[in-house]
């Protein structure tokens, strides 16, 4: 294991990130923001989040575990904003750099690269469930941001214990602790929701679909791929059974 807490997590975020964006080179371009969205199910979702960050023009935004980027480049192409990424998967950095040439660096969420109050708002979407270490995540993103700036979440969550077999790596926590983690890192909840992971355009849909096809065309004899595929159906399955639920949050970081 290198940076992540398992190898599973490391074929489906780091080696099917390159594969990701090996496909949409071979599609088109259109096909980049569905499929690096994957992590973050929705565009209502990402809609929601946005609305609620108040995200204009001019803001210095990060993008923390960005992934393959589709969402710092659904911000960039509806909001005008050039978000910052972060994320610890070499492969995945270098496929958000050339699928939406953002701005990205290797970085796990616990020890940014980044200057006190560095960013007008923050947005970490689909990590904090795959990191034991919250509550150094949390403090890292207080850090970088100004005061009173504001952080976004999605994060899965589960209130009761999960039936196996579960996701190799991953650290559910409950609604309960996540609040408890957010206002320990001094953050002020403002608003939260419950996503519908569905809820996005069907050609939206149809899109990241063709990426998952081409991807499993090109490489689904190989282990990282049945690896990959074996986690997030695992996920899938707890999101569908209702023992998962995806939580979305805006919380403000201390004003000065
Ligand atoms: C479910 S994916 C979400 C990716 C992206 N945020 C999205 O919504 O499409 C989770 C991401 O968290 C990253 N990750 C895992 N542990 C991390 C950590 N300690 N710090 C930052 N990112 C981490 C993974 O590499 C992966 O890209």
Redesign the pocket.
């Known amino acids: 294991m290198t940076?992540?807490?398992s190898e599973a997590?490391?074929a489906?975020?780091?080696t099917v990130?390159g594969w990701t964006e090996e496909a949409v080179r071979v599609l088109g371009p259109e096909f980049a923001i569905p499929a690096?969205?994957?992590?973050?199910?929705s565009e209502g979702g990402l809609r929601w989040l946005a609305d609620r960050l108040r995200i204009d023009g001019g803001m210095r935004l990060l993008?923390?575990?960005?992934?393959?980027?589709?969402?710092a480049g659904w911000l960039a192409a509806e909001r005008g904003v050039r978000p910052v990424c972060?994320?610890?998967?070499e492969e995945?950095v270098r496929a958000g750099r050339h699928l939406f040439g953002l701005p990205s660096v290797v970085?796990?969420?616990?020890q940014l690269p980044f200057a006190d109050g560095s960013f007008d708002a923050a947005?970490?979407?689909?990590?904090l469930?795959?990191?034991s270490?919250k509550a150094?995540?949390l403090a890292e993103l207080r850090r970088v941001l100004r005061p009173g700036g504001r952080l976004g979440l999605?994060v899965?969550v589960a209130d009761r214990p999960l039936p196996p077999p579960l996701p190799q790596g991953n650290d559910f926590p409950s609604e309960a602790e996540l609040r408890q983690l957010l206002s320990g890192a001094g953050f002020r909840l403002e608003a939260t929701a419950d996503a519908d992971l569905g809820d996005s355009p069907e050609e939206w849909r149809e899109r990241a679909d063709a990426v998952d096809a081409e991807v499993a065309r090109r490489h689904g004899d190989e282990p990282a791929f049945q690896q990959a595929q074996e986690q997030s159906g695992r996920v899938g399955r707890l999101l569908s059974d209702g023992a998962l639920r995806a939580w979305l949050g805006v919380a403000a970081a201390p004003g000065r």
């Open positions: 940076e992540l807490e997590m490391e489906e975020f780091g990130a690096g969205c994957r992590g973050s199910g993008d923390d575990g960005s992934g393959v980027g589709g969402p972060a994320e610890p998967m995945a970085a796990v969420s616990q947005w970490c979407l689909g990590v469930c795959t990191t270490d150094g995540a999605l899965f």
